[in-house]
């Protein structure tokens, strides 16, 4: 049974036992992101989040702390975006504490000494270049610039190279100081809890967790500013495409409606998409659709990468599907299938803890709520294939629409012709 209370500082604790494994999964989210940052400070929480890792008063060296988790057979890391930050240990059950002692240590201590900032800097930048070499990861960030404009959501999580060198100590403690407080994070315990009782784990993360009770400033708001066409000009082995429209936020009813959408049209190596631009047409090796959501907007979009020669095609192809799921309902089959490949994936995904955990950490954190798999089964169970015609026809229109591209030249005219529904 799932467990949620709320500490005297306002943390949020939500506490998932599993006796039948023998490991435990910590969960440390914050509710913070590249969305809480000015161009100034743009990418600010992901060095943040790899300054916690670099020493600590009782772990003096980034050596020091890594070498703990692996001392005692467990794994570690961390991750950003736009809206939340995690940290998680996953090690024996009998550790548990230790994972505790672990993850206060590096959020609380994490001294953020001169030289291993200028270090971490330095690394950074070259993992921003190293985004910029990827087009087929960078094509989404693009995508969604587009979708949401010039702002602080539309911006890529890593920030720029100005920005991240420029960052400094002061910066980062601040920072830390107004977003890494108790009402702001949520930690979750997935797992076998090694005989401990709830309120004795309840105990012990009021121990090592002593964030401030203060509240954290809002995110900046974001009016999202749709541009049709992002075309970056690059030379590529392939043209990448990533079309699509602007979804549903986080706690929307519509998000689980799209994400069967999605899944019609491009989740399954038998889906619409699949079927027609690799299959049919031979256009492109993998092709995918998929939906994000934030506390306040979302997307439902289709990625694919194409020889220079068939931009257009694919572009007309894409877009013919997007058309066609509007004009008619899914038959039973291709609805029942959709709702099959959503809940194998997420009864798999949930035999992991940590899988479980961050699943619990992110909706606590963006929807003040989680569910579990049974939960959100009755949800999707309830969707018809009357909701997937009414939600293509409200969110696959013009007004909503992007495409990003990125690769050798490409007509801006012939390109916006294609792009019709």
Do not use: W
Not at 30 to 44: H, L, M, P, Q, T
């Amino acid at each position: 049974m799932i467990k949620k209370e709320i500490l005297k500082n306002g943390t949020r604790v939500i506490l998932i036992p599993n006796n039948s494994t023998g490991v435990i999964s910590a969960m440390v989210m914050f509710g913070v992101g590249s969305r809480y940052e000015n161009d100034k400070i743009a990418g600010i929480s992901h060095l943040l989040e790899h300054m916690h890792y670099k020493g600590t008063g009782k772990r003096a060296t980034a050596i020091d702390v890594a070498e703990f988790i692996e001392s005692i057979g467990g794994e570690h890391n961390a991750f950003t975006s736009k809206e939340y930050t995690g940290y998680y240990v996953k090690v024996a059950s009998r550790h548990l504490e230790k994972s505790y002692d672990f993850l206060s240590d590096i959020l609380l201590n994490s001294r953020f000494q001169a030289d291993e900032l200028e270090r971490e800097k330095s690394v950074v930048v070259e993992e921003i270049k190293m985004y910029e070499d990827s087009p087929m990861d960078m094509v989404g960030s693009k995508f969604e610039e587009s979708l949401f404009g010039n702002n602080a959501l539309g911006r890529d999580v890593i920030g720029f190279r100005e920005s991240v060198l420029a960052t400094t100590r002061g910066n980062l403690v601040d920072f830390r100081s107004r977003y890494y407080t108790g009402p702001n994070t949520v930690i979750v315990l997935s797992g076998n809890f090694n005989g401990l009782s709830d309120n004795e784990l309840l105990a012990l993360t009021e121990k090592y967790f002593t964030f401030s009770s203060s509240l954290t400033p809002d995110a900046l708001p974001v009016t999202p500013q749709c541009e049709r066409l992002h075309l970056v000009e690059k030379p590529t082995e392939q043209s990448h495409l990533v079309i699509g429209f602007q979804g549903a936020p986080f706690a929307h009813p519509d998000r689980y409606k799209l994400k069967i959408l999605a899944v019609i049209l491009g989740g399954s190596m038998s889906s619409r998409m699949f079927e027609e631009i690799r299959e049919k047409r031979g256009l492109a090796y993998a092709v995918r659709c998929t939906t994000s959501s934030y506390s306040d907007a979302g997307t439902i979009e289709t990625q694919v990468g194409v020889p220079h020669a068939k931009v257009i095609e694919a572009v007309k192809a894409v877009m013919n599907e997007y058309g066609k799921i509007r004009k008619e309902e899914v038959g039973e089959r291709e609805l029942r299938k959709a709702k099959e490949i959503i809940y194998g994936k997420l009864l798999i995904s949930f035999e992991d803890s940590l899988d479980v955990a961050s699943h619990h950490a992110i909706s606590e954190t963006l929807a003040g709520q989680s569910f579990t798999p049974e939960e959100l089964m009755a949800i999707y169970e309830k969707i018809t294939a009357q909701d997937i015609l009414e939600v293509a026809n409200k969110y696959f229109v013009s007004d909503r629409l992007s495409l990003a591209y990125i690769g050798p030249g490409v007509s801006r005219e012939d390109t916006e012709k294609a792009l019709t529904l």
